[in-house]
């Protein structure tokens, strides 16, 4: 196949700024020309990366699933770059993505024959005002975390693990066990300076560009890419420790119903749960995990009523900093052990409260401990009514169920992966049909008519607003929306 002479000269271009150099899109090798007639990419303050480890690194991510190879990685020295790269991008009809920590696990921060943006080096974090905080869309919330405790305040919802880039949660929802008592992270954003798939840089805010601001939040970066966000700040608590709680339950319905009691009741500050193996290996093990912040109230009234194994009860009290990094020193672990870098064929879903017992049942039922792996299983409740963004749609009931199974198998296996995938679609199809969704940071194979499903009445919203700001249709190939 020979290169058209229309997309042949744009990549020329591409390659390098001032040195220039021939692109042969076929054997994706990089020759210096002097051609002076070319389309240049303009100086860079950063820069522009073709060799190959580069590229291998970006077509990589969580999943260790899908491998779509760029043309070229872009390392921002300022926001002035990403606009430029962007412009030049939407000219010449280039896909184009940014990654934050690329812990996506299907080829969300992708594309095959594009330009990835790194947003890493975007990761300013201010100094808190008002009860706010305005960071880079590449700041980890970890180093957010850190930044703001300094001034006895802090984030008020967290992700589990909290070496993820703003950005990249904040394209996504950002959902955890505070999520029951202030929605998910992109329920905390205030504004956002983001450039669009046209190259602008533009502010929005609920009162400024609105439209642009809600297609951005949980927006999968399919408008705009997130540059820096202002976020909301909360008192951090002031104990010297938290009160973390473990508590098992043999019983699927109790399990449920407890936990629903404990978000209804605001017992506690933190509710999540993971549904774990018996010694026979089925998932009918479930244990509730409860944080409580401050120290005023007694443990006889958070757990009152509860009907949990007290036998099994594991109580630890945490300095709070460690209980929202709880999963770093884990991950630390299982790098050492090799067991990050296996495949992740992640399932996310929300299903409705009312029938989470009944699909997460019948679902739990076919799985093995094998499929599962070196991952875990995660069921907890949220509160729809603290859930507004349109993008990040939610099962029409008070309260839906994050549910997820975070297998984790080697690479090499591709026929358990292939296997877990299709089991990924079949569950999804069993949650759908309940009224649910997929929490899209997974692996489920999905056309762009599941998508038109997904995103139900936010859909045509999503549409405008990709007409509006990514004419060109260059942002984002890799979560496969627009096709
Ligand atoms: C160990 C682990 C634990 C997790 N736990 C949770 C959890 O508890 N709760 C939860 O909600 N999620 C969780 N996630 C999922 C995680 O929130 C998403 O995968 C998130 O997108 C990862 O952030 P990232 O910086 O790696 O993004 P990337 O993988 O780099 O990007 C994800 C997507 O967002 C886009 N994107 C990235 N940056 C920007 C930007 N600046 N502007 C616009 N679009 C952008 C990318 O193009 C891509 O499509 C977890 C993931 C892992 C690996």
Redesign the pocket.
């Given at each position: 196949m020979t290169p058209t002479p229309s997309r042949r000269t744009v990549l020329q271009g591409l390659a390098a700024g001032s040195a220039v150099v021939a692109f042969d899109p076929v054997a994706r090798s990089w020759a210096a020309t002097a051609d002076p007639g070319l389309p240049q990419v303009p100086p860079l303050d950063g820069t522009l990366r073709t060799d190959a480890a580069s590229l291998a690194a970006a077509a990589e991510?969580?999943g260790h699933i899908v491998h779509r190879t760029p043309a070229a990685v872009l390392s921002p020295g300022s926001v002035d770059d990403v606009v430029k790269m962007i412009r030049f991008c939407n000219a010449h009809g280039i896909k184009v993505?940014?990654?934050?920590?690329?812990?996506?696990?299907y080829g969300?921060?992708q594309a095959a024959g594009g330009v990835i943006i790194e947003?890493g080096p975007l990761n300013r974090i201010g100094t808190p005002e008002h009860g706010t905080v305005t960071v880079g869309?590449?700041a980890l919330w970890i180093d957010v975390l850190r930044a703001t405790l300094q001034h006895g305040l802090t984030p008020p919802v967290f992700?589990?693990?909290i070496e993820?880039?703003?950005?990249?949660?904040?394209?996504?929802?950002?959902?955890?066990g505070q999520t029951h008592r202030h929605g998910?992270?992109v329920d905390n954003v205030l504004a956002l300076d983001?450039v669009t798939g046209a190259g602008e840089l533009v502010r929005c805010s609920p009162a400024r560009h609105a439209d642009l601001f809600h297609a951005?939040l949980a927006?999968?970066?399919q408008c705009?890419?997130?540059?820096s966000a202002t976020i909301r700040l909360v008192p951090a608590p002031t104990a010297p420790t938290v009160r973390h709680y473990l508590l098992p339950y043999t019983d699927l319905a109790a399990f449920l119903a407890d936990q629903r009691t404990l978000t209804r009741e605001r017992r506690f500050d933190y509710v999540e749960g993971q549904v774990t193996a018996d010694k026979n290996g089925a998932f009918t093990a479930y244990v509730l995990e409860a944080v409580a912040y401050d120290a005023d109230v007694p443990e006889e009234t958070l757990l009152a009523g509860l009907g949990y194994d007290p036998a099994g009860v594991q109580r630890t009290t945490p300095t709070y900093f460690d209980f929202v990094n709880r999963?770093g020193p884990v991950?630390e672990e299982l790098k050492k052990s090799g067991v990050w870098a296996y495949a992740?064929p992640w399932l996310n879903l929300l299903i409705p409260g009312e029938r989470t017992a009944e699909v997460a049942g019948e679902i739990l039922a076919g799985v093995t401990a094998a499929d599962v792996g070196a991952g875990l299983i995660l069921l907890y409740p949220l509160e729809r009514a603290r859930l507004h963004a349109p993008l990040l749609p939610m099962p029409d009931d008070p309260v839906p169920y994050l549910f997820a199974i975070l297998a984790a198998t080697p690479s090499t296996d591709t026929a358990t992966v292939d296997r877990l995938l299709a089991a990924n679609r079949a569950a999804y199809e069993r949650t759908a049909a309940a009224g649910g969704t997929q929490?899209p940071?997974g692996s489920i194979p999905f056309r762009p008519a599941d998508w038109q499903e997904h995103f139900g009445a936010a859909w045509p919203q999503l549409v405008a607003a990709k007409h509006t700001y990514d004419p060109r249709g260059v942002l984002?190939p890799?979560?496969g929306i627009f096709g």
């Open positions: 991510d969580y993505a940014p990654r934050g920590q690329g812990h996506g696990t969300q921060a947003t869309a590449g992700t589990d693990y993820l880039s703003v950005g990249g949660t904040l394209s996504v929802g950002g959902i955890g998910a992270q983001v951005v927006g999968l970066g705009a890419v997130i540059v999963v991950a992740h929490y940071v984002v890799g979560q």
